[in-house]
């Protein structure tokens, strides 16, 4: 920088990585450039978010995507759910895949959609995140769809200490990493010591696509710190239709999570709304 003849240097936002901190700055300084610092400082924050979140907790950043009718619901009474979403909010959700490590799912989307996860078109340029399964006893296939991907690194099967051990060998063969962890208190994967693993893997940030119940215990843990919704000008209604939220819910509505809408815009004929916890936004 100095050989190049550069005299004066902007930062946005100081590096939080306590190796770093104000390391490069103090040496410009000395060296007698002009720095000039905190400039566009929100906006700086707001795009490295996903860098900030894990340099500071060791977690990553996760995204809850969320598709439903306006009635809010994800399919109808028969299960049939492709498409509730238009083209053009699908495109924009292959756009989010490309921007962050990790893509996860539930187990009972991985039975029921057999998903790729993949960032389409899956041109070599695109970049391809990790996918990622909670699957206690670890039953997903060896010959789902996300094994035969190109471009992506392994896919990680999250399942329990006590899962078959037969089961993790024949997914570790098909080319998994295959994460067990103690059980949570509900006898599931317990996400809270799945954010620290995936993070120690310096996966800075993951797309929750579902389903229900994946997104009810992340969302209720705590864990969401940005949700996506698309929602589509379509009616579905039936009690028994799902909804955007499975497990147990809450019981007093005092304990809902709060949100704050960030964004709202149109996606094709959908609305795409963007928020974030209160207290927790970027
Ligand atoms: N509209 C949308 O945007 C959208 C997106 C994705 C999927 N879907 C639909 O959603 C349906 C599947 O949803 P789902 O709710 O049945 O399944 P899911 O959320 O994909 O998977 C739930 C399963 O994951 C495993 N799991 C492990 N640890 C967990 C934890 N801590 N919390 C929650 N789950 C944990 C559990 O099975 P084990 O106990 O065996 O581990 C649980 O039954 C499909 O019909 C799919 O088409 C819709």
Not at 29 to 44: A, D, I, M, N
Not at 45 to 71: C, M, V
Not at 108 to 122: H, Q, V, Y
Request: proline share 6%; net charge positive; hydrophobic share 40%.
């Amino acid at each position: 920088m100095l050989a190049a003849g550069i005299r004066r240097v902007v930062i946005g936002l100081a590096d939080p990585n306590p190796r770093v901190r104000g390391g490069g700055a103090r040496y410009l300084k000395r060296k007698g450039l002009t720095v000039v610092s905190g400039v566009l400082e929100p906006e700086c924050r707001e795009l490295n978010r996903f860098f900030l979140k894990w340099i500071t907790t060791g977690r990553p950043y996760a995204i809850l995507k969320l598709a439903a009718s306006l009635d809010g619901k994800t399919a109808t009474r028969t299960g049939d759910s492709q498409w509730i979403s238009g083209e053009t909010s699908r495109r924009r959700v292959h756009r989010l895949r490309a921007e962050v490590d990790a893509v996860m799912v539930g187990r009972g989307t991985i039975e029921a959609d057999d998903p790729g996860l993949d960032s389409r078109p899956a041109a070599s340029k695109v970049r391809q995140p990790r996918p990622v399964v909670v699957d206690t006893k670890l039953q997903t296939p060896p010959t789902a769809r996300i094994f035969g991907r190109r471009g992506a690194g392994h896919p990680i099967i999250a399942g329990a200490t006590d899962a078959p051990d037969h089961r993790r060998r024949a997914l570790e063969r098909a080319g998994a990493e295959v994460l067990t962890l103690p059980a949570g208190p509900d006898g599931r994967v317990d996400l809270d010591a799945l954010w620290d693993e995936l993070g120690r893997r310096e996966i800075t940030s993951v797309l929750i696509e579902g389903g229900a119940e994946l997104a009810g215990s992340a969302a209720l843990a705590g864990l969401v710190d940005e949700v996506v919704l698309f929602a589509a000008p379509k009616l579905i209604g039936g009690a028994r239709a799902p909804g955007l939220l499975g497990g147990a819910g809450i019981a007093r509505l005092a304990d809902h999570l709060p949100l704050r809408i960030i964004q709202s815009r149109r996606m094709g004929d959908d609305l795409m709304i963007v928020a974030r916890p209160v207290g927790g936004e970027a």
